[in-house]
């Protein structure tokens, strides 16, 4: 079983910065592609923002977040970051970190968050105007 816990979470006014973490552990081997989701509260719908693969070489971002979001990941594999840039107002939502353990080593992920194994507690972002 993998355990994955986010941090960094926070307000910040428009324009600033977060840097996100998602941390692994337990039987951490097993996750190949890391990506983060978001949800609003009483929107049951998640939405990918973006997605990391076990190489750490290839990523991939929502459309929202596309040039904004920079996702890296530590050498070791158990460690993920996403650095949040010139943030908005609409960026306010919970932020999960879910790992998926059959992506292989070099595909960024799924956007699918039904294709995720293991999911983390999540972390509040709120940006204010």
């Known amino acids: 079983q993998v355990q994955l816990k986010e941090s960094g979470g926070g307000l910040v006014q428009a324009g600033g910065s977060l840097r996100l973490s998602c941390a692994a552990s337990?039987?951490?081997?097993?996750?190949?592609?890391v990506a983060w989701f978001r949800q609003i509260p009483d929107n049951g719908e998640r939405e990918f923002v973006g997605a990391i693969s076990w190489s750490g070489l290839s990523t991939r971002y929502g459309e929202a977040v596309e040039g904004r979001f920079t996702l890296s990941r530590s050498d070791d594999k158990n460690q993920v970051w996403l650095q949040m840039n010139s943030l908005k107002p609409e960026d306010t939502a919970m932020y999960f970190c879910?790992?998926?353990?059959?992506?292989?080593?070099?595909?960024?992920?799924?956007?699918?968050?039904?294709?995720?194994?293991?999911w983390g507690w999540g972390t509040q972002v709120t940006v204010f105007a």
């Open positions: 337990g039987r951490a081997h097993e996750t190949d592609s």
């Open positions: 879910a790992a998926d353990q059959y992506a292989g080593p070099t595909y960024s992920g799924p956007t699918d968050d039904h294709e995720y194994d293991f």
